[in-house]
């Protein structure tokens, strides 16, 4: 299973950008999900989950701004980023824990990363 990343770009501040994932076969279900991102020098940090019962949680520097969600028919998990701020400039990175066939095992992947590059 690979994992598509899409929708980054360059956006001023206080913009807005909406980031989607999505695998690239047919699978299952997704169950839990999370979105990373890595600024350059910098280790790769969490920013979003959300678990399959669909309870989320935020890291504190993007509480409040940022949203992950998921389109069950689609399968494809997102991540709405509202009134973006410089320091929020990274590769963003999706990662997901997929069951591929039913009654399969549960098994987790990281999508190739989409650059948000965000300007004062």
């Known amino acids: 299973v690979q994992l598509q990343a899409s929708g980054g770009g360059l956006v001023q501040a206080g913009g807005s950008l909406t980031l989607s994932c999505a695998p690239s076969?047919?699978?299952?279900?997704?169950?839990?999900m999370g979105w990373y991102r890595q600024a350059p020098g910098s280790q790769r940090e969490w920013v979003a989950a959300?678990?399959?019962?669909?309870?989320?949680n935020y890291a504190d520097s993007v509480k409040g701004r940022f949203a992950i969600s998921i389109d069950n028919a689609m399968n494809t998990v997102y991540l709405q980023m509202n009134n973006l701020k410089p320091e929020d400039t990274a590769v963003y990175y999706c990662?997901?824990?997929?069951?591929?066939?039913?009654?399969?095992?549960?098994?987790?992947?990281w999508g190739q990363g989409t650059k948000v590059t965000v300007s004062s």
């Open positions: 990662n997901l824990e997929v069951r591929v066939v039913a009654g399969g095992r549960k098994r987790t992947y």
């Open positions: 076969g047919s699978i299952f279900s997704i169950n839990n």
């Open positions: 959300r678990t399959s019962g669909g309870a989320t």
